[in-house]
C-alpha cells in the first residue's frame, strides 16, 4: 500500500515517496511533503542540468547550485533550464 502525501509543488494529496531521498533533515523534509511524481521529475531536470551545464558534483558551488535549483523547483518557483536542449518531438519522430 503507497502512503499519500500533500504535496508541495502541486499542493494536492498524492502518492508519495518509499523512503526518503538521502539522509538528513532534508530527505526528511522531502519525503514528508513531496510526491513521487514531483521527485521524479526534479530528477529528470537535474539530470539536464548536471549534463548539460557539465556540474562537477564533486564541487561544492555545483551542489550547492543544485540544492537550491531543487527548493525552487519543489516550490512550484521559476528554475534555471539546460541551455542548448531540444527536447525530443512529442510523436516520438526523429
Excluded at 12 to 31: C, H, K, S, T
Excluded at 42 to 60: F, G, P, V, Y
Excluded at 65 to 89: D, H, I, R, W
Aim: a negative charge.
Amino acid at each position: 500500500m503507497s502512503r499519500s502525501v500533500f504535496c508541495r509543488k502541486y499542493q494536492r494529496d498524492m502518492e508519495g515517496l518509499a523512503q526518503p531521498p538521502f539522509p538528513g533533515a532534508r530527505g526528511q523534509r522531502v519525503f514528508e511533503s513531496v510526491s513521487k511524481q514531483a521527485w521524479q521529475e526534479w530528477i529528470a531536470h537535474q539530470t539536464l542540468l548536471i549534463n548539460e551545464r557539465r556540474l562537477n558534483m564533486m564541487d561544492r558551488t555545483a551542489r550547492a547550485f543544485l540544492e537550491e535549483e531543487m527548493e525552487k523547483f519543489l516550490a512550484n518557483e521559476s528554475v534555471t533550464q539546460a541551455e542548448g536542449y531540444v527536447p525530443p518531438p512529442a510523436d516520438g519522430a526523429h
